[in-house]
């Protein structure tokens, strides 16, 4: 069968209503156990069935998500113009391969690789002295953090490799093209145009 898919719509989200989810499968059974979740253990008569928790989303929230809707078309074509922008200016200065940006993955964000987590220092530190936000995008790894540690794993010397050298760069519907051309420029003077590697 299909993969189930988690969708978050907190308010970094590409299409946010503030807090809340959403849970696509084609398993029936499965979308049932997710609602039994979310409400209190109780599917058609109110008797507890599970460990559950009260996740539904709130009437504020998704009356957000409605007047999101009626803007949704404007707001991810303006998103599409910003990673644009980006792809067009990392082009021109030679860096098109260290950049991840729609349409190759959700607009809301765009990635910059580095070469190694010396390089994602350094640049995080340029960018910061501009006064521009940047973060690694994935942190360590999830599995590194406190809680996961300990779990069971398969072997994640991908994700070991890669967290450290993702660098989330700003992105907003309203993010001028002035903005994105100061990061690049950042970008080149630290990172060069040598190609980072995948």
């Given at each position: 069968g299909q993969i189930p898919v988690v969708i978050s719509l907190h308010a970094t989200k590409a299409f946010a209503t503030g807090e809340g989810g959403a849970v696509a499968a084609d398993d029936i059974e499965l979308v049932q156990r997710v609602g039994r979740?979310?409400?209190?253990?109780?599917?058609?008569?109110?008797?507890?069935?599970?460990?559950?928790?009260?996740?539904?989303?709130?009437?504020?929230?998704?009356?957000?998500?409605?007047?999101?809707?009626?803007?949704?078309?404007?707001?991810?074509?303006?998103?599409?113009?910003?990673?644009d922008r980006y792809a067009g200016l990392m082009a021109a200065a030679g860096m098109a391969d260290r950049l991840f940006a729609a349409p190759d993955i959700a607009p809301n964000y765009v990635l910059f690789r580095c070469k190694d987590a010396a390089e994602s220092k350094r640049i995080c530190g340029a960018?910061?002295?501009?006064?521009?936000?940047?973060?690694?995008w994935y942190g360590r790894g999830i599995h590194h953090e406190t809680y996961y540690r300990?779990?069971?794993?398969?072997?994640?010397?991908?994700?070991?490799?890669?967290?450290?050298?993702?660098?989330?760069?700003?992105?907003?519907?309203?993010?001028?093209?002035?903005?994105?051309?100061?990061?690049?420029?950042?970008?080149?003077?630290?990172a060069g145009t040598n190609s980072g590697s995948s």
């Amino acid at each position: 069968g299909q993969i189930p898919v988690v969708i978050s719509l907190h308010a970094t989200k590409a299409f946010a209503t503030g807090e809340g989810g959403a849970v696509a499968a084609d398993d029936i059974e499965l979308v049932q156990r997710v609602g039994r979740a979310l409400n209190f253990g109780i599917q058609d008569v109110r008797d507890c069935l599970m460990p559950s928790t009260n996740g539904k989303m709130s009437e504020y929230h998704a009356a957000v998500g409605l007047a999101e809707l009626d803007e949704w078309p404007q707001k991810l074509a303006a998103l599409t113009r910003v990673a644009d922008r980006y792809a067009g200016l990392m082009a021109a200065a030679g860096m098109a391969d260290r950049l991840f940006a729609a349409p190759d993955i959700a607009p809301n964000y765009v990635l910059f690789r580095c070469k190694d987590a010396a390089e994602s220092k350094r640049i995080c530190g340029a960018l910061r002295r501009k006064g521009i936000d940047s973060r690694q995008w994935y942190g360590r790894g999830i599995h590194h953090e406190t809680y996961y540690r300990e779990l069971p794993r398969g072997n994640l010397a991908e994700t070991d490799r890669l967290a450290p050298n993702l660098l989330g760069l700003p992105v907003a519907p309203d993010l001028s093209d002035a903005l994105v051309a100061k990061i690049v420029a950042v970008l080149r003077a630290t990172a060069g145009t040598n190609s980072g590697s995948s």
